[in-house]
């Protein structure tokens, strides 16, 4: 037997938030999808997802939302802790948690690349790790995980939406989201670290790894 999450207001206002962060995400990975087939096509979607993004009250808006969202999901994790039963439930945890840690690195990351190394965080930002040994062995399981525990977080949600008037509906939504995250993640991570194309990394982004 799942048990459901409890305290639902604070779940709530998570729900809320998360609806209006899924806006950039979207836009997100399908700058990533539109990475697949080129390094140039990547940089290119950017740079017009950038002029949506990019607007000084977007971004602010977008990081508040995002630290409401770790600080609320950890506070969720930390309270439910003892009472939690239940794969879902373990699962949806173990995925929010990961990406509470994934999300806090990633905008630190973007933010001193930007401010502190004067770098343009395009696509050859988020390469660049790859081709900086022995980075590549963090970046890989990072990055991936990243996605993958995007859509099985989200597949989590959907699968408590549907639990109580058609269960089966909800698990098959929990494991294509899955499925779609894993392939997705996996084709992010082979485009990033020139296994789909080749890549060109200038030496001042591999400066700041010290090489
Ligand atoms: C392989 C996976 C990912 C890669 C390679 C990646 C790469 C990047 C890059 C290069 C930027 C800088 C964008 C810019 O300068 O315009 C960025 C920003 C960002 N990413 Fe990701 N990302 C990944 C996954 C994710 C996921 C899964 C999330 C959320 C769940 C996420 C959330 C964000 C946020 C919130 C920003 C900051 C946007 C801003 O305010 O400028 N990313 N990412």
Redesign the pocket.
């Known amino acids: 037997m799942e048990d459901l999450p409890a305290r639902p207001r604070l779940r709530g206002l998570h729900r809320a938030s998360a609806l209006f962060?899924g806006l950039?995400?979207l836009l997100?990975?399908a700058n990533?999808l539109a990475g697949l087939s080129g390094q140039e096509t990547h940089i290119a979607f950017?740079a017009e997802?950038?002029q949506l993004?990019?607007q000084p009250f977007?971004?602010v808006a977008?990081?508040c939302l995002?630290l409401w969202q770790v600080g609320s999901g950890l506070t969720m994790l930390v309270r439910g802790w003892a009472r939690r039963t239940g794969t879902v439930a373990w699962l949806q945890s173990a995925s929010g948690g990961y990406?509470a840690f994934?999300?806090v690195n990633?905008?630190g990351a973007?933010i001193a690349?930007?401010t502190v190394f004067g770098l343009?965080?395009?696509?050859r930002?988020?390469?660049a790790g790859f081709f900086a040994p022995p980075w590549h062995w963090f970046f890989a399981p990072y990055?991936?995980l990243?996605?993958l525990?995007?859509f099985v977080h989200v597949g989590c949600a959907a699968y408590w939406s549907s639990l109580a008037s058609r269960p089966a509906l909800g698990t098959a939504l929990l494991g294509g989201a899955a499925g779609v995250g894993a392939l997705l993640?996996a084709l992010?991570?082979m485009a990033?670290s020139g296994a789909l194309y080749p890549v060109a990394i200038p030496p001042h982004y591999l400066a700041t790894y010290g090489q």
């Open positions: 962060i950039f995400v997100h990975m990533h950017m997802a950038r993004y990019r977007v971004e977008l990081v995002i990406l994934f999300l990633h905008i973007v690349g930007r343009d965080t395009d696509f930002f988020a390469a990055y991936f990243g996605v525990s995007l993640a992010i991570v990033l």
